[in-house]
């Protein structure tokens, strides 16, 4: 693929936005994220609409991709990442500790999820848009649930809901993120796939937050290199 021919533009969450969370669990933005890298590596210039808590829902409900296809010229090449589906994964999980013995569902039902990913690639494609998907960075149970969830919740009431098992965690994300394989292979798009790279990594914690599910600043370096291969 030569990049210099395509305008690119990258649809994300607080990943592909840069934001990471340090030793003290506050959230920070790194200005060399992964983006500002490639852009410079390959003298491109990349528009970063990711957004911090954005999810496939939301793009849906608010027509970001309708907005996209309005903004850009259709008789250009043009080249969409999508970085999405952490935050549909995700539970509400102030209510799951409130009352565990719930159903409690994500926040973006797995079904709702397929589809939307579907209807959102179809769409694309009949505008000749050239889609690469991005794989989920991968959740780390403990640091997810005793540095986030244990914080926010009652810790003993989502355990109850985990069934005493938080490897439930990051079992419910590769979930969504076999969707987005899925979603790639059948329609003939391409994917980056950065969570095969970290989970095949046994340093995979050296590039995780504190809070088990952003890349930290070493993270974000590895995700640039990893694009870059992709790219060359």
Known sequence: ????????TVIGDSISKGIFIDDELKIKKLETNAVNVIENKFNIK????SKYGQSLKR???????????DSIDINKKNLLVISLGGNDADYDWEK???????SHGPKTSYQ??????????KTLKNNNIKIVFITLFPLNNEYYFNNIINKISDG??????LNNDISNL??????????IIENAIKNKCEIIDLRSVFLNDINYLNYCSKDGIHPNELGQEYIANIVSDYIQ
């Open 170 to 179: 990051s079992r419910h994300q590769e979930l969504f993120n076999n969707a």
């Open 156 to 161: 003993k009431n989502v355990l109850k809901f």
């Open 46 to 49: 990349i528009l970063n609409n």
């Open 1 to 8: 693929m030569e990049i210099n021919d395509y305008n690119i």
């Open 112 to 121: 709702d999820f397929k589809k939307y990913l579907d209807d959102m690639t």
């Open 59 to 69: 793009v849906i409900d608010k027509k970001i991709i309708d907005e996209y296809l």
């Open 96 to 102: 799951v500790g409130i009352n565990p013995s719930l």
